[in-house]
């Protein structure tokens, strides 16, 4: 499974590149705060909602640690998607948040 860093991610997002992220945490933790842009689909949701992605495209993985972002990764690689999982998650997030 391919890793990025939060530094990493926030400097591509400071960059202006188009980022396409899914958090994974549940709504209690997402009312905290969230990447800008962040599209929320808690983990349990993910296996229901994968129409709402597209296997063209490329996701970065985002939970409140890395675990739960990682096994959503894990799930989506054996479906057939692009993806990299945030380690640290939100806990080592020092950019902006909606």
């Known amino acids: 499974m391919k890793e990025i860093t939060a530094k990493e991610l926030e400097q591509k997002l400071v960059s202006g590149e188009k980022l396409n992220i899914i958090d994974v945490r549940e709504d209690v933790e997402v009312a905290t705060g969230k ?9 349990g949701q993910v296996p229901d909602r994968l ?15 890395g675990g739960r972002s990682g096994n959503a990764c ?16 939100m806990l080592d997030w020092e950019g902006e948040m909606e």
């Open 51 to 65: 129409e709402e992605l597209d296997k063209t495209e490329h996701y970065y993985m985002v939970c409140r640690s």
């Open 74 to 89: 894990q799930f989506l690689i054996q479906n057939g998607y692009n993806v990299i999982n945030m380690v640290g998650g």
């Open 35 to 43: 990447i800008p842009g962040a599209k929320h689909i808690p983990l």
